[in-house]
């Protein structure tokens, strides 16, 4: 027992030892980028049952780094259930992300509180907890597009589509045209080139048979991607490794980084490589886009003064094909995380992928309108279809066709990037949420209404949504944006009520009063029949006291009421307002009364039932007395005329 004791401790610290090792070995691959071959070491690392906090962290970074969100999901995991007192604010981020990626929003969301927790003044925790609604938001763009895989993927890396005449340039590893195909450490697979295929082709089948390389000059046996062409097609601004003219450079830590460069169209062949002036051998500069007015050229970099791993820079190009300095876009768009892949339409809106504002998972796509200066507006998700729980990236569109082109891993595997088309429906806009909600009162008393059903119809017709009022009754709807609706309210014993309501085309809330009368109204001596009626002002002509047409039809509503209800017995009180001689006045109103009176006895009301007075401007309502400057609406507030009821 005693000899299999030491050979367990023997063989454990031998192990041990070999797999410090591995650790080592892939820590330096990991340092110089080659994520693949430290995958591999530090999986088998772990595969035998080693753990710390050192191997899960760069396990979960290096699947992290090549999109692999399952299996970074596992190790970040791990890594803060097993070690949580080394867990760094980042592998919180990454693992939140991942998360996503899988579709575990709920657990997602509880990574991305702790993030906060952590660090709080970073920006990709500010936005989620400014946005903790925000898969709705992100659902409120659901179907702007229409998307579907092309026919001209290869079953390797397709991706960056760019439009270029009648043709879709973009990179594919499927190829490096010699025996030998060249491999990159980072994903494992062949070096990048530039390809094009007629626009035409793109959806149809098979459509890969068309694909050809499109320049022998720009591809080299290193990586060539993402291009983009003046509005004159002779100059193409492109993304490279830091090679050229056959001298391959590295930094100082021994990485070979991207570069930008520019080539010219001379006779129909592509020549005169140069690489841009604001490169370095130290940092990353690519994935190019020009300005509508092709002034300007943005582009990815983690160059000194970026926010995070890769951030949104632009650069003036002069008129003398000089650059100006670069320029950061900013904190509102660029975040701790990666912000990559500009593209600018023809209406001026910029589109870039970045894994730090709130998306559903991986690198998402989004959208902001850039203003005469370069400043940026409200940033909006592409939503569904257009993202997904992958990575999602490289967009462009023709605004014309409202056709475009988009790249992402969300095939099968979730390795492989491919290239997919699409179809704008609606371009995203800004979330718009309508609350339009209030109560159904009795407009004589203010009492609250319970039972009432409140409907709400639109232009057509259309019942949108019907609700009963509670013991509260109020009601509440959740109408549509920048559209007019009739709200309606009916109760058993009351006359039913409408309304117009357009609501805004921006998030607002919108409060309603919806006021009843009763059908049957109870009238007690004292009451004013023309409130009761609701009956419009009585008019007469100018220093006149004789009954317009106008007049009768509200005097017959006087006449009806009284033809109804025998038994009621009215004073008639005709008023005026203070502008005039007070006697004049008073006169006037006498006669007026008079003519009212004789009006309702010439259509068979009895004498008897009526009484009368003109009482000038002796009662008025307001403070517009005489000497005293009043608008012509107060005035009219004086000019009325009152039948009170003496007895029912």
């Given at each position: 027992m005693k000899y299999i004791t030491i050979a367990l401790l023997l063989l454990t610290t031998i192990v041990g030892n070999a797999q410090e090792g591995k650790i080592e070995r892939g820590t330096k691959n990991f340092n110089q980028y080659d994520f693949v071959d430290a995958q591999k070491i530090y999986q088998k690392v772990a595969d035998k049952g080693y753990e710390s906090a050192d191997l899960f962290k760069r396990l979960g970074d290096s699947y992290y780094l090549n999109a692999r969100y399952d299996k970074a999901a596992v190790y970040f995991g791990k890594l803060i259930k097993e070690f949580p007192e080394v867990a760094e604010a980042e592998a919180y981020f990454r693992y939140a992300l991942s998360l996503r990626a899988t579709k575990d929003y709920a657990l997602s969301d509880r990574m991305m509180s702790r993030f906060f927790d952590i660090k709080e003044d970073d920006k990709r925790a500010v936005l989620f907890k400014e946005t903790p609604d925000y898969l709705r938001e992100i659902d409120y763009q659901k179907g702007s597009y229409d998307v579907a895989i092309t026919t001209i993927n290869s079953g390797y890396s397709d991706f960056g589509p760019m439009l270029y005449k009648d043709k879709l340039i973009f990179a594919s590893n499927r190829d490096t045209g010699s025996f030998t195909k060249r491999i990159h450490k980072w994903n494992g697979q062949p070096f990048l080139n530039l390809y094009q295929v007629s626009l035409n082709k793109v959806d149809q089948d098979a459509g890969n048979r068309y694909v050809e390389k499109f320049s022998a000059y720009l591809n080299t046996q290193y990586h060539e991607s993402t291009p983009v062409f003046t509005e004159d097609g002779k100059t193409v601004y492109f993304t490279r490794n830091n090679y050229n003219n056959g001298k391959y450079r590295e930094d100082n830590d021994g990485t070979n980084k991207l570069k930008l460069y520019k080539a010219s169209l001379v006779k129909g062949k592509w020549t005169d490589s140069q690489e841009l002036p604001f490169n370095s051998d130290e940092y990353t500069?690519?994935?190019?886009?020009?300005?509508?007015?092709?002034?300007?050229?943005?582009?990815?970099?983690?160059?000194?003064?970026?926010?995070?791993?890769?951030?949104?820079?632009?650069?003036?190009?002069?008129?003398?094909?000089?650059?100006?300095?670069?320029?950061?876009?900013?904190?509102?768009?660029?975040?701790?995380?990666?912000?990559?892949?500009?593209?600018?339409?023809?209406?001026?809106?910029?589109?870039?992928?970045?894994?730090?504002?709130?998306?559903?998972?991986?690198?998402?796509?989004?959208?902001?309108?850039?203003?005469?200066?370069?400043?940026?507006?409200?940033?909006?998700?592409?939503?569904?279809?257009?993202?997904?729980?992958?990575?999602?990236f490289a967009f462009v569109i023709n605004n014309e066709a409202n056709v475009g082109f988009l790249s992402s891993n969300r095939g099968n595997r979730g390795i492989d990037d491919d290239i997919y088309m699409l179809k704008q429906i609606n371009k995203p806009s800004i979330p718009c949420d309508i609350l339009l909600s209030g109560v159904v009162t009795d407009k004589n008393t203010g009492a609250y209404l319970e039972g009432a059903t409140v409907s709400l119809y639109d232009t057509n017709n259309n019942l949108f949504k019907s609700v009963v009022t509670g013991a509260s009754a109020a009601f509440a709807f959740i109408?549509?944006?920048?559209?007019?609706?009739?709200?309606?309210?009916?109760?058993?014993?009351?006359?039913?009520?409408?309304?117009?309501?357009?609501?805004?085309?921006?998030?607002?809330?919108?409060?309603?009063?919806?006021?009843?009368e009763k059908t049957l109204k109870p009238v007690v001596p004292g009451d004013d029949i023309a409130k009761i009626l609701d009956l419009n002002p009585i008019y007469f002509n100018f220093d006149k006291y004789d009954i317009r047409p106008d007049a009768e039809v509200e005097l017959a509503k006087v006449l009806v009421y009284m033809e109804t209800y025998p038994s009621v017995r009215i004073d008639v009180r005709s008023h005026t307002d203070s502008r005039g001689r007070d006697a004049y006045n008073l006169n006037l109103s006498q006669n007026r009364n008079i003519s009212t009176r004789d009006w309702l006895i010439s259509k068979g009301i009895s004498a008897s039932r009526l009484t009368g007075k003109g009482y000038g401007e002796t009662q008025l309502v307001n403070d517009c007395g005489n000497g005293v400057r009043c608008s012509k609406e107060q005035h009219q507030l004086n000019r009325r005329s009152e039948f009170i009821v003496v007895s029912n």
């Open positions: 500069v690519a994935h190019p886009a020009l300005s509508v007015d092709g002034k300007r050229l943005y582009f990815s970099s983690d160059m000194p003064g970026s926010f995070g791993l890769s951030d949104l820079w632009y650069v003036s190009i002069n008129e003398d094909d000089t650059y100006g300095t670069p320029v950061n876009l900013g904190s509102d768009i660029n975040t701790e995380g990666r912000e990559s892949f500009p593209f600018i339409s023809s209406e001026n809106d910029i589109y870039f992928a970045s894994d730090g504002h709130p998306g559903l998972g991986g690198l998402d796509l989004f959208v902001t309108a850039l203003g005469k200066n370069g400043e940026t507006a409200e940033i909006l998700n592409l939503g569904e279809p257009a993202n997904t729980s992958k990575d999602d109408p549509d944006c920048d559209k007019i609706f009739l709200i309606r309210a009916e109760k058993e014993g009351y006359n039913t009520s409408e309304k117009m309501v357009t609501t805004p085309n921006v998030s607002s809330e919108l409060e309603e009063i919806l006021q009843l």
